[in-house]
């Protein structure tokens, strides 16, 4: 029997994007449900799934009440942008794909309990997300498709995409991004240790305690750093991380549940979505792609492979771990 596999989606993340890449005439017609489930037909060249599960945010959330400053920056959402989520949200339902939404907890809160599900029962989550955080959550149960410029352009990550485009297992990136800070959600780092720099620790001490228990073989001002710093990393270990406790989602239903296409089809022609539908319709009946053909061999010189030269260690010398000058990557809006 194939490997059971889940298609969990942020949805919050996707109504976001639908919004704005979307300019509807009919302020009062569904358009973001439209797109939404637009982009799951697009998601669907990396399936075929067998369920879908979608998470929104609740409201009264629960990091905002215990740290003030989590998100404090970001502007209240159009009040047209809100009933464009809460319609999505119904529309979904209706679609008969599971729809979770808890007060105080966020969607990265439910697709991590996905993820932490579909490990014991032998499934396969595929999470689909604009938020870098659920790169920690990226092992052989569990799959992240981040959104780029499109719905095209996803980006796969399994454990050894994480590894190779951020310098550290999906084990180390959450106190990677602790160390980095997110001034998109207000949380300062250490100050000066941006993405690289924090990486370079992780692959050096392994962990965050390892890290501070060799401060004295850091250069002094990394040391400084590291210790000013300590307030906001220790807050960032905690707000980063996901919040699971007492939250509820039933993957195994999900899974039993299947998806739908005619009740998908009939929810959506009712709405004046028919060619969201017929998108969607289209992705499922279509199946997967063919594996892309391996790449091509090294050229032959006189009947010896080419050689390639040897790879340079990317461990730093102790004494040479400093500050950051000028690294600062700012993350983006999805």
Known sequence: MAMPTILAVDGNSLCHRAWHAIESPFPQRPWVAGG???????????????AVIVAFDGQDNLRKQRWPEYKAHRPDNDPLLVDQIQWTYEILASCGFQVVQEAGYEGDD???LVADQARTLGAHAWLLSSDRDLLALVSEHAT????????????????????????????????????????????????????KRAAKLLR????????????????????????????NLERNLEAMAPMTDGLSVDVAAAID??????????????????????????????GPLPPLPPPPEAPMDDGVEAQRPAP???LPEVERLELDEAEGEQPSLF
């Open 312 to 314: 340079t260690s990317v």
């Open 204 to 231: 050096t001490y392994d962990s965050v305690t390892r890290v501070y228990s060799y401060l004295g073989e850091l250069s002094p001002s990394l040391r400084e750093a590291l210790l000013a710093g300590r307030p």
């Open 36 to 50: 939404v489930v637009r982009m799951l037909a697009s998601a669907w060249l990396e399936g075929p799934f067998d």
């Open 144 to 195: 992240m498709l981040r959104p780029r410029s499109s719905m095209a352009a996803l980006k796969v990550y399994r454990p050894a995409d994480v590894e190779a485009e951020f310098g550290v297992t999906p084990a180390q990136y959450h106190e990677l991004a602790a160390m980095r800070g997110d001034p998109s959600d207000g949380l300062d780092g250490v100050p000066g240790v941006g993405a």
């Open 257 to 286: 549940d299947g998806i739908d296409l005619e009740l998908v089809r009939e929810t959506l022609t009712s709405l004046g979505l028919e060619s969201s539908a017929a998108k969607f319709r289209r992705a499922i009946e279509r």
């Open 110 to 112: 439910v697709l991590a």
